[in-house]
């Protein structure tokens, strides 16, 4: 037993003096920055790299930042922080302060140029590749990844020994495989290293094959079927991407042109002031975050859930008033509601604009919104997806409270035949009025969620005011299905046609192809059917 | 056309109308070149092209006052015609600059030299000839509308939806010409202007000539719009405005008559654009925005479209108005006062100024006829009530 005991206790203090050498092989090693030019620092920084120790990451980081000094009296290396016009002394290993107030005199710096900034950077990378913490690690594999240095080839290899996460195992391999790309290694190391590449597949990994495809031999010949591997499947990637932001353009456009279906689609009322509602729903948002910045900080996060029945019921009430005003006296004449509205538009930008005015207002986004995860390569941001989640929910819920409530019924019943529904006791007047408060709700909570995207400003609405028509009439007037696959596919052929012709191009050519569009189905995609000959 | 013109047209709002044009052609011009600047009568400088630009405007409230008040097509795109009017007389003249620009090359404008392009585009070409520049001023918005309603009317597409469609039409326009590549100068648009047909643009005599201009053509398409709707292709007008099917099922190509006013009325626009041009001294893509091109439609509400008479009055009160508020201390509160309008006009005046005054007017003549009837003597109301008929509201 006690030779167990004294075996154990050997091992420990062997162990521990095997430590502190290797920290004093570090310090002097560290200690040697301060000697020589730029050369030499350089290195002396792969010196440090290859032992492999994370305890000399904090003495590269403040190298690339540029503080690290030499003591003029002893020639010692250390880390400092300028306090004033004098400078503390940081030890490079424990990190304590050393010496307070040093004149600037007393000290030189390290000087480093972008050269040493870049080995300090990959020899970084190569420490930290043996942090305890895997999301440090990741960083590392990435970095070493990028810089791809054939010198690192061996410290990967080591880590790769180590490493017990697989994902992090397979950045290993291929930051390995990028670094033996660019060393002189035999070919048939390469052609496993084109592999390897080939299988990451993505923008990164085609920037590293390229310049190999001019290769003569099996390597060239590997590169070149890579490339073209990877190219398809990056045009394809490139589709997905483009799908995705179409589909967020789309739910954008469906939100600004939902309510726009109701009043105008059911109602047949042209109201040009629909993007004034969306404006006020926005500036309803703005209006609950202030309040509760001032009031309330901790409830920041939930700012939006407030803010979208308040902007219902804001935008809501407006609609209705608007409906018992002015638009109840000119039913049937729509050219004059067009203009009409036009005018409350108006009145109501400037309204906006002297209350709150002219310039964009700040709104803010909370914590859960932002951020973003990738799907392969397609990156989606947690804002976008909120908003087409949330467009998709205004949809439905829509169409619940119109096929399955009473409400509903009435709108219906009023929109088809309105004197048989009089006749039938309902009060066409007051479901006027609900139906254009319903959609100018629609529209303010369309608002809360475009002001997440967009800027804050009286002119908010009139940006969305044509792009919402177009949707309606392009989805056919009367059917909210019409209006989603409408936005949608509106989304989607604005995002495809950009890369080619450009956003503001891509724009006019979708204008065109509405205009053309209509002339072919006047009623749109998804027309009503019916006997009359005008509706 | 012309014979019943000459039958029917000559009434007295006719001549009137015309005769305060051309007078206004001679006495605004000759009261800012001969009278001193003491006297209580001096038009001053700055106004004449002010007043110009009324007459511009009204010209163009005109032209779709014909095809509103008159075929019940109502164009939310009718300031593109009139940017691109005044997009040729601008090229014209920028061609007229020469080597006085910035970079002083004699071909090339300031904003191709400054984007480096080596050569003038194809479509620039010829419009240092001012009679091609007049006649692109009338082909290019022609041309543009008979296409656009080739296509739309064919198809029949009407009312809300037309107008819908219109709006895209100057919208994707908008946006064309703010790109730089398009090459119409991009964001600036067209601008520092030297000489027209060889007469400095700032000089008070030209600007004169360019006021009286605005009148005379101004007057000229009154009498053409006049004779227009005195003609037998006017009353077929009428009816397609009135009830469009029943134009069609008589066996009247409904698509033709609405093809050719439309056409003639994008024209006039385009002679507006090109009047307006000069005289303000700039033309850039904002012309094209959807929102001036609504806002002209307010012009003719304003004023009434049962009557020709109606957007000329109109696009020169609410143009007055707004010089009037955007000048003064009252400029934040314009846009409540236009909105404010919109919303009076179409509520409490559906006939617009005009068009309720004659209505007082004939309805107080009838009274005085009935009178005067029943005293014995016969009833003289030759012309019956202005707009008679249907009301034009009927027509949506």
Redesign the interface.
Known sequence: MRIIFQIAVAAFLSLAVSFSAQAAELRNLINALGEGGYKETEAQISAIAATGDPAAAPVLEALEAGNVYVRKSDGLVFITEKVGRTFNLIDPLTGEIVEEGVASGAIEKVRVNNRLRRAVRSALGALTLMSPNPATRREAATATFQSADPDSIELIETALAAEKDVAIAKLLREARAAAVLKSDRPDEEKADAVTVIAERGDRDSLSLLLPLTSTEGPIGAAATSAVSTINSQLALWDGAQNVWYGISLGSVLLLAAIGLAITFGVMGVINMAHGEMVMLGAYTTFVVQELIRNNAPWMFDSSLFIAVPLAFLVAGAVGVAIERGIIRFLYGRPLETLLATWGISLILQQAVRTIFGPTNRQVGTPSWMSGYFDIGLVQITYNRLAIVIFSLIVFFLLMVVLKRTPFGLKMRAVTQNRPMASAMGIRTPWVDALTFGLGSGIAGMAGVALSQIDNVSPNLGQSYIIDSFMVVVFGGVGNLWGTLVGALTLGIANKFLEPYAGAVLGKILVLVFIILFIQKRPRGLFALRGRAVEA | MITTFIRNGIDRSWVVVVAILLATAIVVPVLNLYTAASSPLHVPDYAVPLLGKYLSFALLALSVGLIWGFCGI?S?GHGAFFALGGYAMGMYLMRQIGSRGVYGDPVLPDFMVFLNWPELPVAWYGFQYFPYAMLMVVLVPGALAFV?GW??F????????L???T???T??LM??F??NNLGFGGNNGLTDFKDILGFNIQAPETRAALFAASAVALALAYMMCKAIIASRFGKVLIAIRDA??RARFLGYRVEHYKLVVWTLSACMAGIAGALYVPQVGIINPGEFE??NS?EL??WV?VGGRSLLVGPIVGAIVVNFAKTWFTTGALA??W??A??????A???FL?KGIVGTLAEGWSALSQRRASARAESGIAPTNRDGPPGGRLSP?AA?
């Open positions: 109502l939310l656009f296509f739309a064919r198809s029949r597409v009407t009312g809300v939806y107008s819908i469609i709006q895209a039409m919208f994707a946006l064309g703010f790109r469009e099917n959807p929102a609504i439609v307010v509400a934040p509160y846009l409540f236009l909105g404010g309008l919109f919303i006009v179409t509520l559906p509201e949506e």
